[in-house]
């Protein structure tokens, strides 16, 4: 069984276009995040949502929407993408709250702007 | 601020040689937690290993032994006898007090060493 896991795994759109990515976790945890890796390797929080409830918003255009409709699901909405927003896209899912907690990462998704 | 430093961008050894990642971080806390992530060519982050601050005991776990020192900031990771397995990119990351950063805990990454075993 899939303990994080992501759809779609690969997106290609054109700039403008608004496009959602969803996350689930079937492993009962409390947190879930975002992140978002660039072309080199670097690793960014986006997101965290404790429990529905947003606890870390950096600094990301608000484009950038993310919705928990429950403990389970943290998906993102991206609206008018642009190029620079090509990356790949992580969600992580941890027990606790608070990042004393290992993370586990879903599978990721390749977002190409074109 | 905190920061996690991994100055080794690449690292190319022959199979069964022993290799070492090197990591230092900086912080104003004093309780924080350490963590290696593996991310092999297939693309996911696997989770390696967790320290707090506090646990200054090395650790060992098969062919992976980790070792924490306060005193230079470091929590360097060590592959033994290496496989082409190892091979991918490794990452160290540290996390701040929950008590003291409340509303604002991360993980925050160092850049990754990419390790290439060379069979």
């Known amino acids: 069984d899939t303990a994080v896991s992501q759809t779609p795994k690969y997106l290609v759109t054109q700039m403008g276009n608004d496009k959602s990515i969803k996350c689930e976790q079937n492993l009962g945890h409390d947190t879930m995040y975002w992140y978002k890796q660039d072309s080199k390797k670097f690793l960014k929080i986006m997101f965290s949502y404790n429990n529905k409830e947003l606890i870390i918003n950096e600094t990301v255009p608000n484009r950038f929407s993310p919705k928990s409709p429950d403990k389970a699901h943290l998906n993102l909405h991206i609206n008018s993408l642009e190029l620079g927003d090509s990356a790949v896209y992580f969600c992580?899912?941890?027990?606790?709250?608070?990042?004393?907690?290992?993370?586990?990462f879903g599978p990721g998704t390749r977002l190409t702007v074109t | 601020a905190q920061k996690v430093t991994q100055a080794q961008t690449e690292i190319s050894v022959v199979e069964k040689e022993d290799v070492t990642l090197d990591c230092v971080y900086e912080t104003r806390d004093t309780t924080y937690y350490l963590f290696w992530y593996k991310q092999p060519p297939s693309g996911e982050l696997v989770f390696l290993i967790r320290r707090n601050s506090f646990d200054e005991q090395n650790e060992i776990s098969g062919r992976y032994s980790w070792n924490f020192q306060k005193s230079t900031s470091s929590f360097n990771f060590t592959i033994t006898a290496s496989q082409v397995v190892d091979s991918a990119v490794y990452f160290c990351a540290l996390s701040q007090d929950l008590i003291s950063n409340f509303g604002n805990e991360k993980l925050t990454f160092g850049t990754g060493t990419r390790l290439t075993i060379i069979p």
């Open positions: 992580a899912s941890s027990q606790g709250w608070g990042n004393s907690y290992e993370q586990y």
